[in-house]
């Protein structure tokens, strides 16, 4: 079976990088290029960043492009309290030694979708590049296969504000206006935006076992892992008391890879841009707006699978091995 074909938006970031970890080790995932926006970090530090992650995989051969370095209305504000100032945890990786492309994103993003008959998107970060990516070349835009995008919640509280997620809450405007289009753009009937938000992404949860064990496994890239997310673990036991580290972005990645892994449920959903629920996903799951679903809602994932697949494909754990550990040191248990 041909390997599908993607390009990863992204503001790298440390679940990010273990997002590309994980993009670059899937068989079925032919990355055609990584776009970076700013985010987590600012752009010219998140095309760092995935330059790094491209020489630790020795995939340096795809392309990088700089994106969008402000939001589309908003003051940009960082994450690096939560990412580190050099947004790998203060990892201490080395500078690249190769260079991103000369092409910005929203151009190259406007080309390979021009020219591409079935290519998808994986948004891990702000949708600043897609929404300039619609004003610019729509046509380019509704010729996205599928759009999996890290962000935004449904029932689960945000991490920004007390109802929004910070890829959505970073550019509010630019969210809202990239689900409009799925709502309204003619050209993208019958897709959806399918959203990975903070319901399900806060089940994978990165422990310190489970870290203990990649190092098992793998001991360059577990402990490539181990340096990167330290200061995650640190800011997730401070700011939510949970020992381990909510790794978000990986599992838009397994999702895009594995259907199963998730499920949930159709809806229209619109990005609130004003006031104090700034950045608010408000996901109409009983229709009461009866508009066009513009969105598929996922609500429920299985971490054991997560890691499965995750320890098995980027660290070349055996699945059985790994099914006994796992056995052993994952519980059901999930932050609240």
Request: proline residues 6%; negative net charge; hydrophobic residues 40%.
């Amino acid at each position: 079976m041909n390997a599908r074909k993607v390009i990863l938006d992204c503001d790298p970031g440390i679940d990010d990088a273990l997002a590309l970890m994980l993009a670059l080790s899937l068989p079925g995932l032919d990355v055609v290029g990584i776009t970076v926006v700013c985010g987590n970090v600012p752009v010219e530090k998140g095309v760092k960043n995935a330059l790094k992650i491209l020489e630790l995989m020795n995939r340096t051969e795809i392309p990088v492009y700089a994106g969008e370095a402000r939001p589309l209305v908003r003051p940009y504000v960082d994450a690096m309290d939560t990412h580190g100032e050099d947004g790998l945890g203060e990892a201490g990786f080395p500078d690249p030694s190769v260079s991103c492309s000369s092409q910005d994103a929203v151009s190259f993003l406007a080309d390979r979708l021009s020219a591409e008959e079935e290519l998808s998107v994986i948004a891990l970060g702000p949708m600043t590049n897609l929404a300039r990516l619609l004003e610019r070349s729509p046509e380019a835009f509704a010729r996205i296969q599928e759009l999996v995008s890290m962000g935004g919640t449904y029932k689960s509280h945000g991490n920004c504000s007390p109802v929004a997620e910070y890829n959505y809450w970073c550019d509010p405007d630019a969210a809202a206006k990239v689900y409009e289009a799925y709502a309204s753009m003619p050209e993208l009937s019958g897709k959806q935006i399918h959203m990975i938000g903070l319901d399900v992404t806060r089940k994978i949860v990165l422990t310190p076992n489970l870290i203990e064990y990649m190092k098992r496994i793998h001991p360059v890239l577990g402990g490539k892992i181990e340096a990167i997310t330290r200061f995650y673990l640190d800011f997730h036991w401070q700011q939510e008391g949970i020992i381990g580290c909510v790794t978000n972005d990986p599992l838009a990645v397994a999702y895009f890879a594995d259907r199963s892994l998730c499920s949930g449920f159709d809806a229209y959903t619109a990005v609130e841009t004003e006031g104090i629920s700034y950045g608010q996903t408000l996901v109409d799951a009983y229709d009461f707006w009866k508009k066009p679903h513009n969105s598929y809602i996922l609500t429920e994932t299985d971490p054991f699978r997560f890691w499965l697949l995750f320890c098995c494909q980027v660290l070349g754990g055996d699945e059985s091995a790994v099914r006994h550990i796992f056995s052993q040191i994952l519980t059901e248990e999930v932050p609240a």
